[in-house]
């Protein structure tokens, strides 16, 4: 474990560097040293989120599914392509907007306000999961998954807007550390509607099995 405490850290220290740097570009995500991504794809009718950490090395990871889910996944393992660490998301459409959500007011698992969400309370549908410690949010118009780091981040937090054809896609946000310096994280967004503005590809996908688009 103290190998993924490590891990975690230095994937919220390469945000929290790289992104202000590059704020102001109106397409992709930032070129961070050591990282890869993240990389959007789509395989077999699944849209897939992914960011290699290609200088971080550990010797256990972890999968679950996604709660609620039954095809969609959260994995942190070894990159056996490049070597370093995987950080993955393997998403089914059908599952996310299949989810019946609550319109219950939720911050941070913390307490604290969610960034980028007017009066930081989110209507909707929270899981706290063991693994990592990770929450995830399942709202009427989008599905969010937030990762703690115990990680001073000196009053910083950033975003950052990605697109996909064109179009938000959701968000990438590395949220500030309280006020003794701890509990910062990392929240990724994945807009409800991007998905059906992809669903001609989820199907093509799904007709061409283990084609990456």
């Known amino acids: 474990m103290k190998c993924l405490k490590q891990l975690m850290q230095f994937t919220l220290l390469a945000l929290v560097i790289s992104l202000p740097a590059y704020a102001g570009m109106a397409k992709g995500l930032p070129s961070i040293p050591g990282v890869e991504g993240p990389a959007f794809n789509i395989v077999n009718g699944k849209f897939i989120v992914s960011l290699k950490l290609l200088n971080v090395e550990i010797t256990t990871g972890g999968s679950m599914l996604i709660p609620k889910t039954k095809e969609s996944r959260f994995e942190l393992i070894q990159n056996i392509i490049d070597g370093g660490t995987l950080l993955q998301f393997t998403i089914d459409p059908k599952d996310i907007k299949g989810v019946r959500v609550a319109n219950d007011p939720n911050t941070l698992p913390d307490g604290r306000p969610i960034p980028g969400v007017p009066g ?10 063991e693994l990592f410690k990770t929450s995830y949010y399942f709202h009427k118009t989008l599905f969010a998954v937030y990762i703690p780091f115990n990680f001073n981040t000196y009053g910083l937090g950033v975003s950052y807007e990605y697109r ?10 590395v949220v500030q550390s309280d006020a003794q310096g701890k509990n910062a994280g990392l929240m990724l ?9 992809i669903e001609q590809v989820l ?3 799904k007709k061409n099995p283990g084609i990456v688009y």
């Not at 930081?120 to 999961?129: A, F, H, P």
């Not at 996909?164 to 946000?173: E, Q, R, V, W």
């Not at 967004?189 to 503005?197: A, G, H, P, S």
Request: no cysteine; charged share 25%; glycine share 10%.
């Open 189 to 197: 967004t994945v807009r409800k509607t991007m998905l059906n503005d």
């Open 203 to 205: 199907e093509l996908s």
């Open 120 to 129: 930081g309370e989110m209507m909707s549908l929270r899981i706290d999961t």
């Open 164 to 173: 996909i054809n064109n179009k938000i896609g959701g968000h990438l946000l």
